[in-house]
Structure formats: C-alpha cells, structure tokens
C-alpha cells in the first residue's frame, strides 16, 4: 500500500490482469488499474458480512482530489448502513428510457458517441438523432423502464413508427414553417438503429447487460434503385434551361448541375469551398464528407466551369448565400419549386449521385473506379488506386462527365464509343497525358494498354 498520488496513479503499468492500487491513507479507496492501461477510482468496503466494491469513476474524467473526496462521502453512507454499490445497481435497473436518453444525448453533445469511422458524430446528424429520439422514441416507450425492454416491445416501435403512429405536424424555426414528421418503412429502419445504438450505450455503461435491438428484422430502408434514363437526363437539362431564366434559380441550377456531372452529396455540393476546388489536379479535396477527408476526381466540364466561376466570385463558398460569407441556404425550396409536378417530380439529389454511378458502369468502368469517384474508396486497394493512378480516375471522370452533360444539353452519341472504341479511349486520354509525370504516363499506359 502507497499513498496515491496524481504521479502514482499515471504511472500504474497496465498488466495482464486488472489490479488494484490501495491507499494507505484512506482505508478502502484505491485506484484500479485495466489491462487496457484505463484507471478507474474504487472503494471497497463490507456491508452485511459481505464485501463490496464500488466504482466512483475514470481517472481523467474524475481528479484523484474529487475521486477522493466522493470516496469519503460513500464510505461515510457505508458506515451509516446504506450500500452505495446496491443503491447503483438498483438506480440504474430502474432508468426508463427517456432517462436514458437523456444520457445518451448529453454524451452526445460532449463529442462522446462516436459515429462512422470512430469520429464523434457530426452536428447535422445529433440535430436527426435528436428528432428521431423525441419524436418517435420517447413518445412510444419513454416511460419503460430500460431493463423491461424485450425483442418484441423493439418490435411494436418498429411497426409503431411503420403504420404512422407517431406522425405529427410540428412547427418550425423558420416564419410560418411546419414540418410533417411522417413514419414509414425508412424511418421506421432508421429510428430503430438509433435506439439499438442507444441500449449499445446502456449496455456498454453497465445499465443492462443485453441488447433487446439485436436481432430485430428491420424491413430495407429505400434500396434506392431509382437513376435517370437518358431520356430523363434530357429532359433535367430541358428544366433546368427554363429555370436558369429566372435569376433566382440561377444558383441551383448550376448546383444540381454540378451534383449531375460528379456524383457528390447534396451537402458536399452546396457546402463546397473554394479551398476544397483543385481545379488544377481535377479534383475536389472535401475537408469534412461523410467519410471524412475525401479526393473526388472531377471531370474536364466540371474543372472548366468552376475556373469560370471562380473568376466572378469572392468569398469562402463555392455556391454563396445571402448576406454574410455563409453557403447557400435555399436549395430545398428551389429544388421543390423546380421538381415539383414536373416529369421528374420523384427525383432527390440522391438519385443524381446513384445515376451518376450508373453511368459509370454503363460505361465500362469497373466497381473499385467507380468508388474512388464516390468517394467510397476505403479499403488499401482502392486508396491504393487512387494514390497511384490518379490521372486514370481523371480520364474516368472525364469520361462520365461529359457524357451526362452531353445527355443534358440533349446530344445524341453512341454510348459504345466511350465504352469500348480503343481509338476514342485514346484521344480521351491524351488530353491528360500532357499533364501527367512521366511514372503516371507510364502506369496509366500499362494500366490501360493505350500505348500508342
């Protein structure tokens, strides 16, 4: 036994085994120390002829000062016969799940509940949890208790949410506005992965020791298999030609364009910087996709149209909005006033990127190129790919491009001439030769098989 001090605490060595590090001046405090290398602040006392442990909490998120003082107030409750570890055990055993979620959204505030790729989850995606949680989950079970929760009751939320129970209309922050919170297959799915993240957490923080979600047969969420045919990429290009003659779509028009000609995320369009447009490696270098930082090749018409719009603007956004130096903010009322009872009416910003892969295998090109072009590219091979053959993905790019932005200015061209005509593959190609090193030429030729 040591006096535990700050410096002793921070150097325990993490073993194979957890051990416990006791304080000679405090009888029954101690540190205990994980085989992770974590240390977590702990009494131990004897209550009832049997001994108990308590845990007060991590090291870093409590000071061995605070650890110590909690840990003379739970020992001074043990010598006036309350149990501290059974008071725990029956509080949490006894949280409902509006409780929980209580927990779970302060943590997820914190930057404490991490998302896709162990990054804590991103503002626009805590402001859906936040409605997911409130307006479906907590007026469905908020008042059972978690440790009640059975496979069956997760169940009935699901078809609950399915069959409309928790639609409402709410109003808005914005004049005027409401917004219909409908129910659905989709929302079902998703509200329902929520809540199995959430028990995962309970689960994770001692709460139960199951996961009532796991298992639950979720029905498929949008399979998404909705893409523009070439005759309805002529006609977007037809809409889009009418609304370009009012100057107030002028800026969506050229968005949904863009989105059309690379296959990006609404968001990564609309939030797209002029930091983030290199346009002389045709690329876009996104600093904050859903994957994180992300390289997207883009294609000569789209390089070409963003060196002539950079000419005319100032400022941080690609696409600003009004007033101050912020992104456009009127793209869902655009595009609505645009789509709606319009041919193409069914058609979300979404659909433009699944097209836009589409195309891609239309022409030839194979899945891993493909990624790399959505930004899907995570694996050691495709990133690889990238790395290596970054002029390869440019004539790809290249390639897609202009054909949907021949398809939208209504061009009529022989699909197989950029599929599989060996001499058009070259002269695509060629283009980018000029600006490649002489290694890129050479893994591109023998990539390709396009020497001349």
């Known amino acids: 036994m040591v006096k535990i001090t700050k410096r002793v605490v921070e150097a325990a060595e993490a073993q194979e085994k957890d051990y416990?590090?006791?304080?000679?001046?405090?009888?029954?405090?101690?540190?205990?120390?994980?085989?992770?290398?974590?240390?977590?602040?702990?009494?131990?006392y004897r209550i009832g002829g049997r001994s108990r442990r308590y845990t007060i909490g991590l090291h870093g998120a409590w000071t061995l000062e605070t650890a110590r003082r909690e840990a003379k107030v739970q020992l001074g409750r043990v010598a006036g016969g309350d149990d501290p570890a059974e008071d725990r055990r029956l509080d949490h055993k006894a949280i409902t799940v509006k409780e929980l979620c209580g927990r779970y959204f302060a943590d997820l505030q914190a930057g404490l509940i991490l998302g896709k790729g162990g990054r804590p989850k991103k503002a626009s995606t805590i402001v859906t949890d936040t409605g997911r949680i409130h307006r479906h989950i907590i007026p469905l079970i908020g008042t059972r208790r978690v440790k009640d929760l059975t496979k069956s009751d997760i169940n009935k939320v699901l078809k609950d949410i399915m069959a409309g129970k928790t639609r409402v209309s709410v109003k808005t922050k914005k004049l005027r506005g409401k917004a219909i919170v409908r129910g659905g297959a989709g929302t079902a799915?998703?509200?329902?992965?929520?809540?199995?993240?959430?028990?995962t957490y309970a689960v994770e923080a001692g709460i139960i020791e199951s996961n009532s979600a796991h298992g639950v047969r979720k029905p498929k969420d949008n399979v998404r298999k909705r893409r523009l045919s070439e005759a309805e990429y002529r006609i977007l290009g037809r809409m889009l030609r009418d609304a370009a003659k009012q100057?107030?779509?002028?800026?969506?028009?050229?968005?949904?364009?863009?989105?059309?000609?690379?296959?990006?995320?609404?968001?990564?369009?609309?939030?797209?910087?002029?930091?983030?447009?290199?346009?002389?490696?045709s690329?876009?270098?996104?600093?904050?996709s859903k994957e994180g930082d992300s390289i997207r090749?883009?294609?000569?018409?789209?390089?070409?149209?963003?060196?002539r719009r950079r000419t005319d603007q100032v400022g941080t956004y690609v696409f600003p909005g009004q007033g101050g130096d912020n992104a456009f903010g009127s793209f869902p009322n655009h595009w609505k006033h645009i789509f709606e009872d319009s041919p193409l009416s069914d058609v979300t910003p979404h659909v433009l990127r699944h097209s836009f892969a589409s195309i891609a295998n239309d022409l030839g090109f194979t899945e891993v190129t493909i990624a790399a072009l959505m930004g899907h590219a995570k694996g050691s091979v495709t990133s690889k790919y990238i790395h290596t053959l970054d002029t390869a993905l440019i004539m790809a790019a290249d390639t897609i491009s202009s054909y949907i932005q021949g398809l939208l200015d209504g061009i009529e061209f022989k699909q197989t001439a950029y599929a599989l005509d060996r001499d058009s593959r070259k002269a695509a190609l060629a283009r980018f030769l000029k600006r490649a090193s002489a290694g890129q030429q050479d893994a591109i030729e023998e990539k390709f098989n396009l020497a001349a």
């Open 297 to 307: 090749p883009i294609g000569l018409p789209v390089v070409e149209y963003l060196e």
């Open 283 to 288: 690329c876009l270098r996104l600093e904050d």
């Open 20 to 44: 416990v590090i006791w304080d000679d001046e405090l009888s029954g405090f101690g540190v205990r120390v994980f085989s992770s290398g974590k240390r977590s602040y702990v009494i131990q």
């Open 189 to 199: 799915t998703r509200t329902v992965g929520l809540l199995g993240g959430i028990l």
């Open 247 to 281: 100057e107030k779509y002028s800026t969506i028009v050229d968005i949904v364009r863009q989105l059309a000609l690379t296959g990006c995320r609404r968001s990564e369009m609309i939030g797209l910087k002029w930091a983030e447009a290199d346009t002389e490696a």
